[in-house]
């Protein structure tokens, strides 16, 4: 391997000077993204260092010179987003070179007939939904991070947002790729909605966290702006009778474009709220509307007033936002005394309640307190939020990450998955082995097959 000084030399004449930066602010910025130290297993925490530079490309022939220069000095490269990622996937664990993509953020092409668009990677999000608003037109994935996480980013999470019911995941939006790929190969995968040639290579990097290779640009599909919507807030006196009407709104072929349902002890003090939202031509809108509120009455639902549910839609991105000004103090987490965990899991909908009620219990035994459990997007979907005081400093640690790992076990053997949308890095990673099986194996075969020098993203996703 070269001296530092003569990297910076050459990566300087592949992208200039200024786009290559080694300044410690810059380092301290890109070397994390948004996973707190605190919500690290005390017992698993990774070795961490800090990246030997700041690498700025704006096209894939750049970060094809960067890749193959990686490659001969087999250094790291660990692509970089809005870092707004929370397991850790974006974390500099050995000295590198952070590719930071955002200043590849031009909008390609826009096909209003065709409805989708192209374009480079470390586009945020929430530029590209203004862009696609001027043509009438909108992104099916609406994540918190709207204002903060890239389209790179978001299709290497395999993100979902307020819309994944109606629209899907960020995976389910992409109909083709550009990568460069460890060896400096760019690969073009086809961008039609189906084809029956072959396996789909799209997903090796939807949900692939960098490790396979660096996406340069995305086509997604893309969605007339709606003629009509229709926001709704529902309480239940009980979690159950809320899930149960639920089921009951998706069992009848309902497709809502929200359905956000939790128990948010700050909220309510007793039973549950669902935020409910159809979106689409009007008369649809109105008629899906109707049949899944009275499917709510059916179950006890109330409607609350309008503006419960309107304030729900408008400050969906509050958090981000904030999240945006002040990302170190995430890392460093929250200074109130508390220690938060949040578990976001996939189960078959009959094991929903079922987990719920095992979990309550573990949690209960272990002095961990549930402030909120809740469903986003389908019934599938189980979130929890978990507090333990930290009083016990360390101890206090220990047992929460003890008892999160306990809960998402149980999860695995009950057929359901451990994450359903913030992807793995490295605080999931020492659970990959039970999630998958043999299926790691074939993750690390691949893995070894395109990138014999394990220079993408190191010691993530277990691979
Ligand atoms: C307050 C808050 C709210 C959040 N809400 C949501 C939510 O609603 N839904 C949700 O799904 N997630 C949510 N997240 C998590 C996060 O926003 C998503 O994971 C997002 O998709 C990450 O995008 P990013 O651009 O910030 O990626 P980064 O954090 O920069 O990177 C994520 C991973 O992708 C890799 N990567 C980045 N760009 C590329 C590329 N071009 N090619 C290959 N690999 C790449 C990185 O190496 C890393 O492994 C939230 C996070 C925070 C802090």
């Known amino acids: 391997m070269g001296s530092a000084a003569s990297l910076i030399e050459r990566l300087s004449n592949i992208v200039g000077s200024e786009r290559v930066r080694t300044d410690r602010d810059n380092l301290e910025e890109v070397c994390w993204d948004a996973l707190s130290v605190g919500?690290?297993?005390?017992?698993?925490?990774?070795?961490?260092?800090?990246?030997?530079?700041?690498?700025?490309?704006?096209?894939s022939a750049e970060v094809r010179q960067i890749i193959l220069l990686a490659n001969e000095e087999k250094l790291p490269i660990v692509p970089y987003g809005g870092g707004s990622g929370l397991m850790g996937g974006a974390i500099t664990l050995r000295p590198g070179i952070v590719l930071d993509t955002r200043r590849m953020d031009r909008v390609l092409e826009v096909d209003k007939e065709a409805c989708f668009v192209r374009a480079q990677a470390g586009l945020v999000l929430e530029v590209l939904?203004?862009?696609?608003?001027?043509?009438?037109?909108?992104?099916?994935?609406?994540?918190?991070?709207?204002?903060?996480?890239?389209?790179?980013?978001?299709?290497?999470?395999?993100?979902?947002?307020?819309?994944?019911a109606k629209y899907g995941s960020m995976g389910d939006e992409v109909l083709g790729l550009e990568v460069v790929l460890p060896n400096g190969e760019i690969l073009t995968t086809r961008a039609v909605p189906k084809s029956s040639t072959g396996i789909a290579l799209n997903y090796l990097f939807i949900g692939g966290e960098g490790c396979f290779g660096?996406?340069?640009e995305a086509t997604l599909r893309v969605f007339p702006r709606p003629e009509r919507r229709s926001?709704?807030?529902?309480?239940?006196?009980?979690?159950?009778?809320?899930?149960?009407?639920?089921?009951?709104?998706?069992?009848?072929?309902?497709?809502?474009?929200?359905?956000?349902?939790?128990?948010?002890?700050?909220?309510?003090?007793?039973?549950?709220?669902?935020?409910l939202a159809?979106?689409?031509?009007?008369?649809?809108?109105?008629?899906?509307?109707?049949?899944?509120?009275d499917l709510c009455e059916k179950e006890g639902g109330k409607k609350l007033a309008q503006e419960e549910a309107e304030?729900?839609?408008?400050?969906?991105?509050?958090?981000?936002?904030?999240?945006?000004?002040?990302?170190?103090?995430?890392?460093?987490?929250?200074?109130?005394?508390?220690?938060?965990?949040?578990?976001?899991v996939a189960l078959p909908a009959s094991?929903?309640?079922?987990?719920?009620k095992a979990a309550m219990a573990i949690l209960a035994a272990r002095g961990i307190a549930l402030q909120e459990s809740g469903l986003w997007t389908r019934p599938e979907l189980f979130s929890m939020r978990l507090a333990a005081d930290e009083g016990g400093g360390e101890r206090a640690q220990l047992v929460l990450e003890d008892t999160v790992e306990e809960l998402l076990?149980?999860?695995?053997?009950?057929?359901?998955?451990?994450?359903y949308c913030h992807g793995v890095g490295v605080k999931l990673a020492p659970l990959m082995a039970e999630e998958h099986g043999y299926g790691l194996e074939v993750m690390r075969q691949i893995k070894t097959t395109l990138d014999p020098n394990n220079i993408m993203n190191p010691g993530k996703m277990a691979l």
């Open 39 to 59: 919500r690290i297993h005390p017992l698993k925490r990774p070795e961490t260092a800090s990246p030997l530079c700041v690498v700025l490309p704006v096209s």
């Open 129 to 164: 939904e203004r862009r696609l608003s001027q043509e009438g037109l909108m992104l099916g994935h609406d994540p918190w991070t709207l204002p903060v996480a890239t389209v790179g980013g978001a299709i290497s999470t395999n993100s979902l947002g307020y819309r994944g």
């Open 214 to 216: 660096v996406i340069t």
């Open 231 to 275: 926001l709704n807030a529902v309480r239940f006196s009980s979690f159950e009778a809320g899930f149960l009407a639920i089921q009951n709104i998706y069992g009848l072929g309902l497709k809502p474009a929200l359905m956000d349902f939790g128990d948010d002890a700050a909220k309510v003090k007793s039973g549950a709220i669902l935020y």
């Open 278 to 293: 159809f979106e689409g031509a009007k008369e649809v809108v109105e008629a899906e509307a109707r049949l899944a509120l």
């Open 311 to 344: 304030e729900f839609w408008r400050d969906r991105h509050v958090i981000a936002r904030r999240f945006k000004q002040n990302r170190l103090q995430r890392r460093v987490g929250r200074s109130d005394g508390i220690r938060w965990e949040w578990v976001h």
């Open 351 to 356: 094991r929903v309640l079922d987990f719920r």
């Open 409 to 419: 076990r149980l999860v695995q053997r009950m057929g359901g998955s451990m994450e």
